[in-house]
């Protein structure tokens, strides 16, 4: 008997992932089968993650546990943006109890990897993650909840219409400043939330409506 709530296990390689805008490498596992971003999942706090040989003999096995303050320097070409800076790369989070050298080696040699994500509620701790793009498919599994600080009333909404609202400045500064329209208080709480239902759920039940806001 499977909980309703228990995240599937993912089956992928390990992936150190960098592109424009993360200012750092993303420890992540891609999923088999899958192309482009539909098949990411960057790591986070309380996830648990096997590390195999192409022959299925274990590795590693734990709970991921990134230290966020090791190394912590401001990026050079954007000093509001900190990260690590390891053997000439930036990182974002090192894995506790792990030899660094070993982890760099793991991502390099896309090492395969199975993943079960803690289901939870993402955090804004975890904004830095994603990259707020109007093209990415992470935009149909994520969304904001905004709670006013005024009268506590909540709203949502989906990230590229908050990007395209924004029209440039920082999403989540943006969001942060906004105005009730029922009591008028500026000043809005804001937690970015995640789509948890599996594969299955969301084949048969289709993408939540906030995500697909404009
Ligand atoms: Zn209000």
Request: proline share 4%; hydrophobic share 35%.
């Amino acid at each position: 008997m499977r909980e309703q709530d228990a995240s599937p296990v993912i089956e992928g390689t390990l992936l150190s992932w960098f592109e424009t805008g993360l200012e750092g490498i993303v420890w992540a596992v891609h999923e088999d089968g899958k192309a482009g971003y539909s098949g990411l999942n960057p790591l986070r706090d309380g996830d648990h993650l096997q590390i195999l040989e192409a022959d299925g003999t274990l590795i590693w096995e734990g709970t991921i546990d990134l230290d966020r303050e090791v190394n912590r320097r401001p990026y050079p070409f954007n000093p509001g943006v900190s990260g690590h800076a390891v053997r000439g790369c930036w990182v974002k989070g090192l894995q506790r109890g792990v030899d660094l050298g070993l982890w760099f080696h793991w991502f390099q040699d896309e090492k395969c990897a199975r993943l079960r994500k803690l289901a939870r509620p993402m955090s804004f701790d975890d904004l830095p993650l994603l990259p707020l793009d109007s093209s990415l498919d992470l935009a149909d599994r994520h969304y904001y909840g905004l709670t006013c600080r005024g009268c506590q009333r909540t709203v949502r909404m989906g990230i590229r219409r908050a990007v395209r609202l924004a029209g440039g400045q920082r999403t989540e500064d943006w969001l942060k400043r906004l105005r009730c329209v029922a009591c008028g208080h500026r000043g809005a709480g804001i937690q970015l939330l995640a789509d948890v239902r599996n594969h299955e759920t969301i084949e048969r039940e289709g993408l939540l409506s906030v995500t697909q806001e404009k």
